[in-house]
């Protein structure tokens, strides 16, 4: 079974600190972040991450404080979670607004998805359930998301596993 791995908006922006929005709590993934990735790397499989890249004037600045505005630090991904993987730039809080992305899920063969990063109520939301959406294997995995609302990300994996979603965790997908 052919697997992509997915690293949803791991950028500085989100989880530092310091960033512009910052998701409290969200550094603590970044460990399983790095293993993942480098699990990826290190085994073949193919790694997409994605990444808000927004104008400065950008329409969703309405809803949110600015961040990740294309060519800043905020912008960027961490440094030790770059591996070398397929990095696809969006302007929204769903992925597959990425034209080239069901093109390059099919040229990659991709049967199977591990998806992980932020926010797991918003935009690994979009990922996961547009990813169940196609029809392949969808594992979300629990210690390597982060939040905003709690309560809204239980919604968000009850209604996932009932969709036909699994809920994994880092050790288990780097086997």
Known sequence: MTTVFFDIDTQVDFVIPSGA???????AIIPAVVKLNRWA????????STVDAHAEDDPEFRSWPAH????????????????????LSKQSVDCFTIPELPGLL?????ERCVVYGVVT??????????????GRQVELVADA???????????????????????????????
Do not use: N, W
Not at 106 to 110: E, R, T
Not at 121 to 134: M, N, Q, Y
Not at 156 to 164: Q, S
């Open 145 to 175: 998301v982060k939040c905003l609302d709690e309560s809204a990300a239980a919604a968000m994996l009850a209604e996932f596993t009932a969709a036909g979603g699994v809920v994994t965790a880092a050790d288990e997908v780097c086997r």
């Open 68 to 87: 990740c505005v294309a060519g800043t630090l905020g912008q960027r991904k961490p440094e030790s979670t770059l591996v070398g993987q397929t990095v």
């Open 41 to 48: 790397v290190e085994h073949g499989i193919a790694l997409i």
């Open 121 to 134: 109520e918003i935009c690994v939301r979009f990922a996961a359930f547009g990813l169940l959406k196609t």
């Open 21 to 27: 929005l910052y998701v409290p709590g969200s550094e």
């Open 106 to 110: 099919d040229k990659l063969g991709a």
